[in-house]
T-cell receptor
Framework: DAMVIQNPRYQVTQFGKPVTLSCSQT?????MYWYQQKSSQAPKLLFH???????NEADTPDNFQSRRPNTSFCFLDIRSPGLGDAAMYLC??????????????FGAGSRLTVL | GQNIDQPTEMTATEGAIVQINCTYQ??????LFWYQQHAGEAPTFLSY??LDGLEEKGRFSSFLSRSKGYSYLLLKELQMKDSASYLC??????????WGAGTKLIIKP
């Protein structure tokens, strides 16, 4: 089945220790997104890629970086995690860019705990 | 600014009907989505409305009024597995997706 796979599902790190979360997709979608979601809050868009074009949200901290080496893979790097970065990180994909009907397909998420 | 409003939490009884409302103020409109999110899991797509009216899909229906900036999700014949958060999201004029914080639906036997 075509899908979006995130690894790891659960990540525990220490304050300031770098973390990398990965996302892979078999849908051949050209748009990939990284969202941060805290409990009972709306998902917050961190970045998105339209093919290789990287789009950073204005309020995404510099502590968060992303890479998309090819169509199928995308990575989220948190360079120095703080306690406030503990959250669920959601990867999503969608088809063609400028259409209001683009349905997002989400991975299962990576839950980050910062000690 | 852009804003999506939904009730924080609702409670309903198994077998009953529940309506979850969503109002929005956005810069333009290119469609409204409803997603379901079970606790600790990722959101999954439920419905999409871009024209006024009711879209029915099995036990779930979604309604849109663009002039009122209003939508609702109607769930019929509630089952325990419908206990989840329901997220309303709107695509604005720049095709950015604006999310609501979600409505946590609790189903009681």
């Amino acid at each position: 089945d075509a899908m979006v796979i995130q690894n790891p599902r659960y990540q525990v790190t220490q304050f300031g220790k770098p973390v990398t979360l990965s996302c892979s997709q078999t849908l051949n979608h050209n748009v990939m997104y990284w969202y941060q979601q805290k409990s009972s809050q709306a998902p917050k868009l961190l970045f998105h890629y339209y093919d290789k074009d990287f789009n950073n949200e204005a309020d995404t901290p510099d502590n968060f970086q992303s890479r998309r080496p090819n169509t199928s893979f995308c990575f989220l790097d948190i360079r120095s995690p703080g306690l406030g970065d503990a959250a669920m990180y959601l990867c999503a994909t969608s088809g063609t860019g400028t259409s209001g009907a683009n349905v997002l397909t989400f991975g299962a998420g990576s839950r980050l705990t910062v000690l | 600014g852009q804003n999506i409003d939904q009730p924080t939490e609702m409670t309903a009884t198994e077998g009953a009907i529940v309506q979850i409302n969503c109002t929005y103020q956005t810069s333009g409109f290119n469609g409204l989505f409803w997603y379901q999110q079970h606790a600790g899991e990722a959101p999954t797509f439920l419905s999409y409305n871009v024209l006024d009216g009711l879209e029915e899909k099995g036990r779930f229906s979604s309604f849109l009024s663009r002039s009122k900036g209003y939508s609702y999700l109607l769930l019929k014949e509630l089952q325990m597995k419908d206990s989840a958060s329901y997220l309303c999201a709107v695509t604005d004029s720049n095709y950015q997706l604006i999310w609501g914080a979600g409505t946590k639906l609790i189903i009681k036997p």
